[in-house]
């Protein structure tokens, strides 16, 4: 019977005890090895796993820290916008009161804020981890910039807009505040009512006569008011009115003054509604003191009573 091929391994201490003697046979040597080998490539695969797992969390941090940082960036954005929105907003709002005021056709003007296919919406997608996690975010970012330039954009038109109607409407709300303060609408002095516009007997001449203003009765020395914005175009004696101031509103609009005792402007003065222009007098074709009071508009009288608050 042939003997198996075997292996000696002797261990001999060095303080000269008894040696020890192991004895394997070749498959017993070869598994050994193998078990070696296996030892060996378990350890090497186990320290690779842990770097790489170990790598994977540290970036999974990274990129959870990229995230926060990310959404942070976008919810400040989104603040910005919303706080852009509420100014042009406000704006508009102001914008709508001063065209109400100054009693604007809102189909004229420009059309307020938002549009006509709806109000301004801005939605960006949740972002999540993932193995692609660069790609996303460029993408992401890609597409929050691109609707962010969209309302940006919008909400810089509709505040040019807004600028615009404002301007139009404060245009229009100083032509009408000139126009009201040239409109001669309060009463000259305090008084009473002697003689109407029209047709009246005349108390200097036989007959029937137009009577081109009114006469307002009033204690002499009494002040004489500017009722609306003007210029002195002519202040001196006029025939049977006496002392006359006369004053052009502009708009084709002027105002008559007669039977003054004194007058307190110079020609070519410019006047706002409330100086005192003059005082009651007799002066002229007068029966006693009073205002003769006339309006023209375009050069033709017409009854002052037509402009005068009641």
Not at 113 to 133: H, M, N, R, V, W
Not at 144 to 173: F, P
Not at 203 to 222: K, N
Request: aromatic residues 12%; charged residues 20%.
């Amino acid at each position: 019977m042939v003997q198996k091929k075997a292996y000696h391994v002797l261990f001999i201490p060095e303080d000269h005890h008894k040696v020890r003697k192991f004895r394997f046979t070749y498959p017993q040597f070869r598994l050994m090895g193998a078990g070696v080998v296996f030892l060996v490539c378990f350890s090497l695969l186990a320290s690779i796993g842990f770097f790489y797992y170990r790598s994977l969390y540290f970036n999974g941090q990274d990129r959870q820290l990229s995230l926060l940082d990310f959404d942070q960036r976008q919810a400040e954005l989104l603040q910005k916008v919303a706080q852009l929105e509420l100014t042009v907003q406000r704006t508009s709002e102001i914008a709508q009161k001063v065209e109400t005021l100054v009693a604007l056709d809102q189909k004229g003007v420009a059309k307020g804020f938002g549009s006509s296919e709806g109000d301004i919406t801005f939605q960006l997608a949740s972002y999540k981890p993932s193995l692609e996690f660069d790609e996303l975010v460029r993408k992401d970012v890609d597409k929050m910039n691109a609707e962010l330039g969209v309302v940006i954009y919008d909400i810089d038109k509709k505040a040019k807009e807004t600028e615009e109607r404002l301007l139009q409407s404060y245009e229009i709300y100083q032509d009408q505040a000139v126009y009201l303060s040239s409109t001669p609408s309060v009463w000259p002095v305090k008084g009473w009512v002697t003689s109407g516009f029209g047709l009246r007997l005349s108390p200097w001449a036989e007959g029937v006569r137009f009577h081109e203003g009114i006469d307002v009765a009033a204690q002499w020395g009494a002040p004489v008011y500017a009722p609306a914005d003007g210029r002195v175009t002519y202040a001196g004696p006029k025939g049977g009115l006496g002392r006359t101031v006369i004053v052009d509103h502009g708009f084709g609009v002027s105002t008559v003054y007669g039977h003054l005792s004194r007058i307190q402007v110079a020609e070519g003065q410019r006047v706002v509604r409330g100086i005192a222009l003059a005082s009651v007098g007799n002066t002229g074709y007068s029966t006693g003191p009073h205002l003769h009071y006339e309006v023209h508009v375009d050069g033709i009288p017409i009854d002052p009573m037509q402009y005068l608050s009641r």
